[in-house]
């Protein structure tokens, strides 16, 4: 059952086999262990290492232990130390002294780190494919809401208004970045490290090019050392979904307040939403918070495999085993909570009336009040103060710029025109904002059409 039991004397103590077994984790990876062994064991015939018959045999009993795993006709049991073993272990059981043959020229330092690369880079697609699932409802949303007025916000104090479509679309830039950051990560882990051997390579006649291709890669790795100790990819992709963590969690920080009783601009779905035990008015956002509050956990595994890594004298070391179940759970929170994210904000409901009303009380067309003198030759510093004292006054009066009669206006500058009310409506604030990246209707509508193609690329 041990693949190393030769030169010892004694039995294992079973607190050390639990202490150093990674089976309870490791074996989420079977189908990337099969699959490299089969790759493996190919280049092993090809090289007339072993013998055609033999490649057969192997690769039939692989496939038939892979079945069997995957339909729950053999159980995956924590006697065992790790994936490996248990595969080696069923193949040799079935197959005998040709099964003995599977581990010729190769180490568990190479193959964990095969399989490793084969499970992430499964991921890594994964990611991608569900932040564009996601980024498709946030652009569906953007086109719906051109017009949807609502506050953009500075401090948290009601600064410009701007378009709903405007406010989901900074989101929509930042996932795009996430999403090239996961392309960048792919093509930079695409070597193969199979081959590699404990770290120094082997003096079997191996084919390493040829079993890089049959698993998909670019290429081999071109040093065995850090073929087997590179966990770079790791903490790229950990740091690449600690970004899309963060950007959720910013976005579901907004969300929540939001969907607060005093901002009320939308209102979350009652499927994505909690009540509380004792008080039974509650309709609570869970789902966001929860989001937020997983980010930590994103952040925790980046931060422990870039500790654990940066002690390790080369090569391998027992130590790397401590990269899996972090990053796995890593892996499964940032996918659960995109899902959910994408599921939370295609079914809340949006309360334009409510976000435009917000947008008119708080003075968010001050600056454009300011603009307006501007264009009738008040110097801007001048007209800022203009403005200024007829915000106070307005706050005195408890009314929005909008609601000041003209003599009032008069009063303070002769330069104001009935014009003034036309200047400083919604629908100008954000309409005559066209320099590309803002949210005038039309220049929206350019970077919404930008970033259509962009999705519908791949
Ligand atoms: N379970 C080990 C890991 O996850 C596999 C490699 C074991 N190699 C060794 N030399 N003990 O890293």
């Known amino acids: 059952m041990k693949l190393w039991g030769g030169r010892f004397t004694k039995e294992e103590n079973q607190l050390v086999h639990n202490f150093n077994a990674s089976i309870t984790f490791d074996q989420k990876f079977y189908h990337q262990d099969i699959e490299g062994s089969i790759a493996h064991v190919t280049m092993l015939a090809k090289q007339a290492i072993i013998t055609d018959e033999e490649k057969d045999t192997i690769i039939n009993a692989l496939?038939?232990?892979?079945?069997?795993?995957?339909?729950?006709?053999?159980?995956?049991?924590?006697?065992?130390?790790?994936i490996h073993s248990f595969v080696e272990s069923m193949l040799i059981e079935r197959t005998g002294d040709t099964g003995k043959k599977l581990h010729t020229g190769?180490?568990?330092?190479?193959?964990?780190?095969?399989?490793?690369?084969?499970?992430?880079?499964?991921?890594?697609?994964?990611?991608?494919?569900?932040?564009?699932?996601?980024?498709?409802?946030?652009?569906?949303?953007?086109?719906?809401h051109i017009d949807t007025y609502m506050p953009g916000f500075t401090h948290l104090q009601k600064a410009q208004p701007v378009t709903l479509a405007h406010h989901?679309?900074?989101?929509?830039?930042?996932?795009?970045?996430?999403?090239?950051?996961?392309?960048?990560?792919?093509?930079?882990?695409?070597?193969?490290?199979?081959?590699?051997?404990?770290?120094?390579?082997?003096?079997?006649?191996?084919?390493?090019?040829?079993?890089?291709?049959?698993?998909?890669f670019d290429g081999p790795t071109l040093n065995s050392m850090d073929s087997v100790s590179d966990r770079d990819y790791l903490i790229e992709y950990l740091s690449a979904l600690s970004t899309i963590m963060m950007h959720l969690s910013r976005f579901c920080e907004e969300i929540i307040l939001w969907n607060s009783n005093e901002y009320r601009f939308i209102e979350l779905d009652d499927a994505y939403s909690t009540g509380s035990s004792i008080m039974p008015q509650k309709k609570n956002p869970d789902i966001a918070e929860l989001i937020r509050g997983k980010t930590g956990r994103v952040y925790g595994a980046l931060i422990s495999i870039l500790t654990t890594m940066k002690g390790i004298p080369l090569a391998y070391n027992k130590d790397m085993q401590e990269d899996k179940e972090l990053t796995f759970d890593a892996i499964d929170t940032v996918k659960g909570c995109l899902g959910l994210f994408n599921g939370m904000i295609k079914t809340m409901r949006i309360n334009k009336d409510t976000m435009a009303a917000s947008s008119k009380n708080g003075f968010t067309n001050a600056t454009d009040a300011a603009d307006y003198l501007v264009k009738h030759g008040v110097p801007f510093r001048d007209a800022h103060g203009i403005i200024g004292q007829l915000v106070l006054l307005c706050i005195d009066k408890g009314i929005a710029l909008d609601d000041l009669p003209m003599d009032e206006y008069k009063k303070i500058c002769p330069v104001f025109e009935a014009d003034i009310y036309e200047a400083i409506s919604l629908q100008t604030c954000v309409g005559l904002r066209q320099t590309i990246g803002a949210p005038g209707h039309e220049s929206m509508q350019k970077v919404i059409d930008l970033n259509r193609q962009y999705i519908n690329i791949d």
């Open 168 to 216: 989901i679309g900074a989101y929509f830039e930042m996932f795009k970045r996430d999403r090239s950051r996961l392309h960048d990560i792919y093509v930079r882990m695409n070597t193969c490290p199979l081959g590699a051997g404990a770290l120094a390579g082997t003096t079997y006649p191996l084919d390493r090019d040829y079993t890089a291709e049959l698993l998909g």
């Open 106 to 144: 190769r180490s568990r330092n190479d193959q964990v780190a095969l399989d490793m690369k084969l499970y992430t880079r499964d991921e890594v697609l994964a990611t991608d494919q569900l932040l564009k699932e996601l980024m498709t409802t946030l652009l569906d949303l953007m086109e719906e």
């Open 63 to 82: 496939k038939q232990i892979c079945h069997e795993i995957e339909s729950g006709i053999i159980q995956i049991t924590e006697e065992y130390e790790d």
